[in-house]
């Protein structure tokens, strides 16, 4: 079962429809493949996926994102060696640690990130963390 997360805010009276954009950094091809199709399911525009830590800093210089879905043990700088490299450079970059092991969550919310997912949740638990985390996003912007 698919969740309808709305992304959806009014601004002056008229909708505004902003598009999240969400880079995924994952080793492991087929997650990203499934990551990419909820989101894109959800009208949630994937900005674009690499598979290491080199190649996610080397994207950042060139591009952005809203939101980062990363898995927390990512080649190269695992999670709680990039996290504190990203906030420093991007502090708006919202953080998502993945990991198949949930006992991995107190150590990546410790890190620094903003939420924990494990790979095995459903899919509606991701997609509901990520409706919570625009919202809050887009809630600042307006203040």
């Known amino acids: 079962m698919m969740v309808d997360v709305s992304?959806?805010?009014?601004a002056g009276g008229r909708g505004v429809r902003p598009k999240m954009r969400?880079?995924?950094a994952?080793?492991?091809?087929?997650v990203r493949s499934a990551l990419k199709l909820v989101l894109e399911q959800q009208g949630i525009d994937v900005a674009g996926d690499v598979s290491d830590s080199r190649e996610l800093l080397a994207w950042f210089k060139t591009n952005q994102a809203d939101l980062l879905l990363l898995d927390?043990?990512?080649?190269?700088?695992q999670g709680k060696k990039i996290i504190p490299i990203l906030r420093?450079?991007?502090?708006?970059l919202t953080v998502i640690a993945l990991n198949s092991r949930q006992q991995t969550r107190t150590e990546a919310l410790s890190a620094g990130a903003d939420?924990?997912?494990s790979k095995g949740?459903?899919?509606?638990y991701l997609l509901s963390l990520l409706a919570t985390a625009w919202g809050a996003e887009r809630q600042n912007?307006?203040?």
């Open 72 to 77: 927390w043990e990512l080649p190269g700088q």
């Open 121 to 124: 949740d459903p899919p509606e």
């Open 141 to 143: 912007h307006l203040i």
């Open 88 to 92: 420093a450079r991007y502090p708006g």
């Open 7 to 10: 992304f959806k805010r009014f």
């Open 26 to 30: 994952d080793d492991q091809p087929s």
């Open 115 to 117: 939420g924990f997912v």
């Open 22 to 24: 969400v880079l995924i």
